[in-house]
């Protein structure tokens, strides 16, 4: 048993929590009526979560960092992280929570968190989550944040060792989420407990588990947790065991309140501006939560009013990510027939998505599509059957979460394995209405892998690749998706990047033209695949951080 916490084991602490988020979403999803019931608590949990430590560790890397961080410094940019990623209002909470644990860590600027530092992590977590909620509501993860708190510093008090602390959270969180019924009619109407609440338990019987395990991360065994105490379903989280019907008299699909969610960055907003949000916002719609961290401010609230909710923001700054989704609880009928959905990483790509006839969403580097953004293109189709083509490697995890929750819906989504927009492109032109779903995904499948495909991009740090070490501003050649070729000229590289995948039997060469492109260099290559009785089909795609991306059929 752990005595003390250092970087290992609080990232190991983080990793546990994603991975039980992960294999219960479905589970708190069904559990999410309130404050809309509209399913996707533990997917913006989950997401919220995933998307900070993947922006976390993507900094480290390009800061360069050799080694593992500190722990303040880890802790401080984990909370910064989840702050931008957080997604609805049970993801901005998860945010403070976070913050709570950076506010001691990183403002103390702590090696090591002993009891008391877990204490009063875990205490200020609970106070930033109930601040930045402008009407907290008893029965919900702010009440079993509080109760956990209260039980970690008593034990923090009396001397207790760290593993006394995490097991008195558990009991703690564990009975107050039991009693949120009892809190909230809502929720014993539907015959549940609070599904943000039932979160903030995977949070700390995690953080449990890696006290009681202290061996070090390669023999961890998250697996056996997510095994033994994550995939078998809860009977103490809903009246039948798990899988929730409504009880009797529960319309889960009635919502009278407003009909949007907006949420957006503000920066540099000074503490009395973030007063000033509350306050305002509070006039326009409710479930307004606002918070900070550091020189960010996260601003969420369900709305009639989309404009002036923008409006109150601009009056403190420029508004940033700026996210409008409708509160439908129902997605309507799915209708016989397939549509298409595809992820563009360039507006000039996202046209081509379009004439083809499909729902097109922005995802690229810069802004992988969440999971969300994902569904609500499939229900936009509006048919039983969709075709997804996710066209980056980064965003298959969220494209699989998105078919699993419209499978909910009574929807099929069929996901191609393409990993860059030259494949998806190709597996899309060669769609036939005139087939079957399963024909169709069958030569989509196939046409997408037997798309070879690379790219030109510049090196914004130093580094080590499979074409050797690179500096910063070096042209590197990708090939499948690996950096094969360092260089200095772009013109050199991208004739070495298209030999390479061309080959023999080549027929048709796609170049999607980046926003970065050198002016002159498309129609040089052009001309040198022509010569080889290659025909060519040049796109301006607009994408960024890529001059070029090449697909080869």
């Known amino acids: 048993m752990l005595e003390v916490m250092d970087a290992e084991s609080v990232r190991r602490w983080v990793v546990v929590t994603r991975a039980a988020l992960a294999a219960r979403r479905a589970e708190i999803d069904a559990l999410n009526v309130y404050p809309v019931p509209d399913g996707d608590t533990g997917t913006n949990m989950y997401l919220t979560l995933d998307q900070a430590l993947h922006a976390t560790r993507t900094e480290q890397e390009r800061l360069g960092e050799e080694g593992p961080p500190r722990l303040d410094v880890e802790v401080a940019a984990m909370s910064r992280a989840a702050l931008m990623s957080a997604r609805g209002n049970s993801g901005v909470i998860l945010s403070q929570l976070v913050r709570g644990v950076s506010d001691v860590v990183a403002g103390e600027h702590l090696t090591v968190v002993d009891t008391p530092a877990v204490a009063r992590s875990i205490a200020q977590g609970a106070r930033r989550a109930r601040e930045s909620v402008v009407r907290p509501q008893e029965g919900t993860i702010l009440t079993v944040a509080d109760a956990t708190a209260a039980a970690a510093e008593q034990v923090a008090r009396e001397g207790g060792s760290l593993g006394e602390l995490t097991v008195a959270a558990v009991t703690a969180a564990r009975e107050a989420l039991a009693r949120t019924p009892e809190q909230l009619q809502v929720l014993a109407d539907a015959g549940v407990v609070d599904a943000g609440g039932a979160g903030y338990l995977l949070f700390i019987e995690a953080l449990d588990r890696v006290v009681h395990d202290k061996g070090p991360a390669r ?157 609500a293109a499939v229900r936009e189709g509006g048919t039983e059957e969709v075709i997804l083509l996710p066209n980056d490697r980064d965003t298959r995890m969220a494209a699989d979460v998105a078919a699993r929750a419209a499978a909910q819906e009574g929807r099929t989504v069929h996901v191609i394995g393409s990993t860059t927009a030259v494949q998806g492109l190709a597996a899309l032109a060669v769609f036939d209405p005139g087939l079957t779903v399963t024909q169709n995904v069958l030569a989509m499948t196939h046409t997408a892998a037997a798309t070879r495909h690379g790219g030109v991009t510049v090196a914004v740090k130093s580094g080590l690749t499979s074409g050797g070490a690179c500096e910063i501003g070096d042209v590197l050649g990708v090939v499948a998706g690996d950096i094969t070729i360092v260089g200095t000229d772009m013109d050199e590289v991208a004739r070495e990047v298209l030999d390479t995948i061309t080959g023999t039997g080549a027929e048709l060469v796609t170049v999607l033209v980046g926003e970065d492109a050198p002016e002159g260099l498309v129609e040089r290559l052009t001309a040198r695949v022509e010569s080889q009785r290659v025909e060519v089909e040049v796109i301006d795609g607009g994408q960024p951080h890529y001059p070029l991306l090449f697909g080869v059929e």
């Open 219 to 375: 023999h961890f065994a998250v697996d056996d947790f997510i095994l033994n105490t994550t995939l078998e379903r809860r009977a103490d989280w809903s009246h039948d065991g798990g899988d929730r019907a409504p009880a009797a008299g529960y319309d889960h699909d009635g919502h009278d309140g407003p009909a949007y969610e907006v949420m957006y960055l503000l920066r540099e907003v000074p503490e009395d501006g973030v007063v000033a949000l509350r306050r305002e916002l509070d006039g326009l719609g409710d479930c307004v939560v606002v918070s900070s961290a550091e020189d960010l401010t996260h601003v969420h609230v369900h709305t009639d009013d989309i404009g002036g909710a923008l409006q109150v923001g601009l009056a403190h700054g420029a508004p940033d990510r700026v996210v409008v989704t409708p509160l439908e609880t129902t997605a309507g009928t799915p209708q016989l027939g397939v549509s298409l959905v595809a992820c563009a990483a360039g507006p000039g790509i996202a046209e081509v998505i379009t004439q083809a006839g499909a729902v097109a969403v922005s995802s690229g580097p810069g802004h992988r599509a969440s999971a969300g953004e994902l569904l």
